[in-house]
C-alpha cells in the first residue's frame, strides 16, 4: 500500500503510519526475561526419592544460581561442568523445541532480601532461582504466576 499524499500550502508531504516498530532479532523476545548466559551445570546429585534429581546451575557473570528437581530421565542429556544458557519468561520460548530442557513452571514464593529468590515448580518439582543483584526485568519476569524456562 502507496502511502497517502496530503497538500498543504504548495508543499506535499507522505503520511506514513506513525506506529512503533519492533525490530526483534530471531529468536529474542520482547517481553521481560531471565537469561542467564554461560551458565554451568554444577552438579547433578541423587535425591532421596528414587529416580530423582536435583540439577545445580551456576551463572557467575549474572550472579545467580538455579536447581531443580528432575526426573534421572530429564537430566540424561546434562552432564556436570556443560556450558549451558538458561532462558526463564513468562511466554513462549522461540528457541525451546531444540532445548534440552523446555518445561512450564509455576511461582510459589518471591523473596526480594538481598537480590531475589524465587520458588517455585517446574512439573511438579520444586525449583529455586537466586539472583543476587536482579534488573527491573528480570524482576518482573515472575509477576505473572506462570513461567517458561528452557535449558539450551
Same mark, same amino acid.
Not at 506535499?12 to 542467564?36: C, F, H, N, W
Not at 528437581?69 to 556450558?83: I, K, S
Not at 538458561?86 to 528457541?95: E, F
Given at each position: ?12 508531504? =507522505? ?25 554451568? @551445570? ?50 513462549? @520460548? ?8 523446555? &518445561? ?5 514464593? @518471591?523473596?526480594?532480601?538481598?537480590? @531475589? ?11 529455586? =532461582? ?17 513461567? =517458561?524456562? &528452557?535449558?539450551?
Amino acid at each position: 500500500m502507496l502511502p497517502k499524499k496530503q497538500h498543504t500550502n504548495r508543499t506535499t508531504t =507522505l503520511i506514513q503510519d506513525l506506529q512503533p516498530t519492533k525490530r526483534r532479532r530471531e529468536g529474542a523476545s520482547e517481553y521481560m526475561v531471565v537469561r542467564l548466559r554461560n551458565a554451568t @551445570i554444577e552438579s547433578i546429585e541423587d535425591t532421596e526419592t528414587k529416580r530423582l534429581k536435583v540439577v545445580k546451575v551456576v551463572a557467575k557473570e549474572e550472579g545467580a544460581r538455579v536447581s531443580m528437581e528432575l526426573p534421572e530421565v530429564l537430566c540424561g542429556a546434562m552432564n556436570p561442568r556443560d556450558a549451558i544458557t538458561v532462558i526463564i519468561d513468562s511466554k513462549s @520460548i522461540a528457541r525451546g523445541n531444540n532445548a534440552k530442557l523446555y &518445561a512450564e513452571g509455576k511461582v510459589f514464593r @518471591i523473596r526480594e532480601e538481598n537480590g @531475589i529468590e524465587v520458588t517455585g515448580t517446574v512439573g511438579g518439582l520444586r525449583m529455586t =532461582l537466586d539472583i543476587s543483584s536482579p534488573t527491573a526485568a528480570q524482576r518482573k519476569t515472575f509477576d505473572s504466576n506462570k513461567f =517458561l524456562i &528452557a535449558i539450551v
